[in-house]
């Protein structure tokens, strides 16, 4: 009976003593339940903003406020002006809620940017959890700045580190990536190539795919000409027929495989006429 509630609450605005009802089940329940109440009031939006800031800063029960951080999270636009309060609970004095509202800066992404500068201290000053959430938020709402990404980087230390601090921004990112593609720091090129590794092919963008070109045709490292080449052929994207049939004879043995993965996906279309006219 209580999921059909909230499935007709989300339907439609719900009455003032329904959100009321709603926000007294914040945090109680199965994680099920709570998942849906949270979803339920989310629904509702900007119409419910000022009970859910309320709840968020002034809520006695730790596991309540962090509850209606994560219903600012699911109100996506409708949360962004809850921002500020956000950013108040990021300091909260237990650990429940500042989870929660870093989780929430994440989700609301770029519209988030004016979280920047507190998201960069917890990533200097926490440890553990928080500032692993806080890294994922900065890479959330700054996934096309650099710069950001160049302090991340910094901060995640270890190679292992980098690469999934690297992963965690998706195909959004990926203007931004290009500029650590062309790092100095053989390491930083590296880590960058890597992390588009586990793409999908349908999730490859023209900015990956001429990053990967670029670094497959010219990088001084054999291992990074290998790693890009490998994405290239993961890829297999028409964008690269030019790239493919200009570098057939590469020195590489990988890029010359990639070469010939990417035009063989993509047979000249007058094949089928020219098949016809042989017979």
């Known amino acids: 009976m209580r999921s059909v509630f909230l499935l007709l609450l989300c339907a439609a605005p719900a009455r003032s003593d329904d959100v009321e009802s709603l926000l007294a089940a914040l945090a109680r329940g199965t994680s099920a339940e709570r998942r849906e109440t949270v979803a339920s009031l989310a629904a509702q939006g900007a119409r419910i ?8 800063l002034e809520d006695k029960d730790k596991l309540r406020r962090a509850a209606a951080a994560d219903v600012v999270g699911a109100m996506g636009s409708a949360g962004v002006p809850l921002l500020p309060a956000l950013l108040d609970a990021v300091f ?3 650990p429940e809620p500042r989870l929660a509202a870093l989780r929430a800066i994440g989700i609301l992404g770029l519209a988030a940017r004016a979280a920047r500068p507190t998201l960069e201290t917890v990533v200097v000053r926490r440890v553990g959890a928080e500032r692993d959430l806080a890294m994922a938020a900065l890479l959330s709402v700054a996934r096309d700045d650099a710069n950001v990404l160049r302090h991340c980087l910094h901060e995640a230390g270890a190679a292992r580190q ?3 601090t690297l992963s ?10 290009a500029a650590l593609a062309r790092s100095p720091s053989q390491l930083v090129r590296r880590h960058t190539l890597e992390a588009l590794r586990p793409r999908r092919k ?3 963008t023209a900015a990956a795919v001429r990053i990967l070109e670029e670094r497959a045709a010219r990088d001084e490292s054999d291992r990074i000409v290998q790693i890009a080449a490998e994405g290239l052929a993961s890829a297999r994207a028409e964008a690269s027929i030019p790239f493919a049939r200009r570098h057939l004879a590469h020195r590489h043995a990988a890029v010359r495989a990639a070469c010939c993965a990417i035009l063989g996906s993509h047979p000249p279309r007058d094949q089928g006429r020219d098949a016809v006219r042989g017979r």
């Not at 903003?49 to 709840?55: C, E, F, K, L």
């Not at 965690?168 to 990536?177: F, Q, S």
Request: proline share 7%; glycine share 8%.
């Open 202 to 204: 349908e999730t490859w």
């Open 49 to 56: 903003r000022p009970q859910i800031r309320a709840v968020l």
């Open 92 to 94: 909260d004095a237990q």
């Open 162 to 164: 980098r690469v999934r």
């Open 168 to 177: 965690r921004l998706g195909p959004e990112g990926d203007e931004a990536l």
